[in-house]
Structure formats: structure tokens, C-alpha cells
């Protein structure tokens, strides 16, 4: 796969020459590969896999068995949520997870797993991006996932404060991480356009590899976003999403499902024990997958 186009350039891949293929999983590289290598060769193929019009699919994993469950149907990278590595640790989402733990249960993904691994990460837990850019690559990840809005209170960060924060980041982690930058404008801000392609390309020209325009909906807006940003975009799948193959015609160069994997999961789970509470065998048709 090629590498996802800057801003100053048209999308590429499949998309843009009138192929409309499935967003492809690829196959989970052996222990071996570069993935499983130095940071940079692990991000340089992270970095591929972002391709308009042929999106790289994250099903977000929680922890050190769902990560390998993601790898083991064959796809080529392993990105958390922090929404389902918080509870799985006994926290709320929204940066109350301490730092530290949210490091070690990415470490501990990192270390399960023989591809790539991007985090989630929120907008930092307060760390500098320095130690953040250090932090993230002593556990292992290659990629990370930064928010532009404060996450207690839902508020918008000032763009050129998030696009500085960016910055900062790219020149602590050079070209061994890559940067997602989540545009927050659909959840908290005035939901236009405008204000997210603006934001986009701020975070773009500050070292973002991928941004985020979280909250998006409707393929008609999705594919004047990927038009006007003119770089790799990252689509949350959600109910109602359209389908990945029809992303990836759209010109999406990323797929995340951020935590609706681990809701499902967590509700069969409540479904189970419930039977068990009424006397049910909860392994009998209709409780168990």
C-alpha cells in the first residue's frame, strides 16, 4: 500500500481511479517483520496502511487478549479506545485514568501482539508532549490517537494551543510515531465543515499524519470532508456508519470502531450473568454467542 496524501495533494489509492474495492484487513505481519522491529520501521508501516480509498480497518481492543483476538483474524495493526481500556481498569473515561496505568495497559498490549499498536491516549493525561512522545514509545506504541477538546468538560481547545501541543510532539517523537489528530467541532463546537477542515489543517501543518473529524455523519459530508482536508481521514464506524467498503469509495483512509466493541461485549457479558441470577443455563441457545 502507498502512503495517504498530504493536504496539498488530491487523495489517492483505489478511490480516486474510479476502483472501489473493500477496505482491506491485510495480514497480521509475523514477529519477524518490520513491525515487530525498531519504532521507526513499525510506524513507517503504520503509516502505509493509511490509504484513501483503501482504509485501514481498527476494531479497538481493550486489553492483552483482545488485542491478539484482533491480530489473530488477521489484521495488520492493534489501536486501543481509551472509553474501553478505562473500565477494563476500573475507571472512567475522560483522562481519570492515572497516566501510569494507562501506559503499563498499553505496554502490556504492546508486548502481546507482533504488529503495529496505536493508543489512544485521550489528550494526555496532562503530560508534557515530550514525555508523552517518550512515554508512548517506552511502551510500545507507534501511533496515538489526540484529542482537541478538554475531555472533563467536553470544551473545545483553542486550535493553535492543540496545533502547538502537535508540534511539540512531532519534534520530541520524529517520525516514530504516528499522530492522529481527533477533531472534536461535530461533538462540542458548531458542527460545521468549515471549523473541522479548518482545525484538520492546522493539526496537518503542525506534523499530524491522520485527522479525525470525530462525529461526522451522512456519506455526503464525509466525502466533501475527505475532499476539501485532502489527506489521510479517520471515520468513526458507529450504528447507522456507512459500510467499510462504502468508506473506503468515499475516499476514508481509516477506520476506527472506538469502544462499541467493548460495549457489546460487556452487554452479552451482563446478559450471561443475568441468566445465571435466574437460574439459567447461561451456555443455553439464545445466552451464549
Known amino acids: 500500500m502507498s502512503r495517504g496524501t498530504r493536504k496539498d495533494e488530491q487523495p489517492g489509492g483505489p478511490a480516486a481511479t474510479g476502483e472501489t474495492p473493500p477496505a482491506a484487513t491485510g495480514q497480521a505481519p509475523p514477529a519477524d517483520s518490520p513491525a515487530a522491529g525498531s519504532p521507526e520501521a513499525a510506524a513507517g508501516l503504520l503509516r502505509r496502511l493509511h490509504v484513501p480509498g483503501a482504509p485501514l480497518v481498527l476494531p479497538n481492543a481493550w486489553d492483552a487478549a483482545s488485542a491478539r483476538a484482533v491480530v489473530e483474524e488477521g489484521f495488520p495493526v492493534v489501536a486501543t479506545g481509551s472509553a474501553a481500556v478505562a473500565p477494563v481498569l476500573g475507571y472512567e473515561d475522560?483522562?481519570?485514568?492515572?497516566?501510569?496505568?494507562?501506559?503499563?495497559?498499553?505496554?502490556?498490549?504492546a508486548r502481546a501482539v507482533p504488529v503495529p499498536v496505536?493508543?489512544?491516549?485521550?489528550?494526555?493525561?496532562?503530560?508534557?508532549?515530550?514525555?508523552?512522545?517518550?512515554?508512548?514509545?517506552?511502551a510500545g506504541a507507534v501511533g496515538c490517537n489526540l484529542e482537541d477538546s478538554d475531555p472533563r468538560t467536553g470544551e473545545l481547545v483553542d486550535p493553535e494551543r492543540q496545533a502547538e501541543f502537535?508540534?511539540?510532539?512531532?519534534?520530541?517523537?520524529?517520525?516514530?510515531?504516528?499522530?492522529?489528530?481527533?477533531?472534536?467541532?461535530?461533538?462540542?463546537?458548531?458542527?460545521?465543515r468549515a471549523a473541522a477542515?479548518?482545525?484538520?489543517?492546522?493539526?496537518?501543518?503542525?506534523?499530524?499524519?491522520?485527522?479525525?473529524?470525530?462525529?461526522?455523519?451522512?456519506e455526503k459530508e464525509i466525502e466533501r470532508l475527505v475532499v476539501e482536508i485532502g489527506a489521510p481521514v479517520n471515520v468513526l464506524f458507529r450504528p447507522g456508519?456507512?459500510?467499510?467498503?462504502?468508506?473506503?469509495?468515499?475516499?476514508?483512509?481509516?477506520?476506527?470502531?472506538?469502544?462499541?466493541?467493548?460495549?457489546?461485549?460487556?452487554a452479552h457479558t451482563r446478559r450471561l450473568l443475568q441468566a445465571i441470577a435466574a437460574g439459567r443455563d447461561p451456555y443455553a441457545r439464545g445466552y451464549s454467542a
Open 241 to 266: 456508519t456507512p459500510s467499510t467498503a462504502r468508506l473506503a469509495e468515499l475516499g476514508v483512509a481509516r477506520i476506527s470502531f472506538g469502544h462499541g466493541l467493548h460495549q457489546a461485549v460487556h
Open 166 to 192: 502537535l508540534a511539540r510532539l512531532r519534534a520530541a517523537a520524529g517520525p516514530r510515531l504516528v499522530i492522529n489528530a481527533r477533531v472534536d467541532t461535530y461533538l462540542g463546537g458548531d458542527g460545521s
Open 94 to 109: 475522560g483522562e481519570r485514568t492515572p497516566a501510569a496505568e494507562m501506559m503499563a495497559a498499553i505496554g502490556r498490549i
Open 118 to 138: 496505536t493508543a489512544d491516549v485521550e489528550r494526555g493525561y496532562g503530560l508534557d508532549p515530550a514525555e508523552l512522545a517518550e512515554r508512548l514509545l517506552a
Open 197 to 218: 477542515v479548518e482545525r484538520a489543517r492546522r493539526y496537518l501543518d503542525a506534523g499530524a499524519d491522520c485527522v479525525y473529524p470525530i462525529g461526522a455523519d451522512g
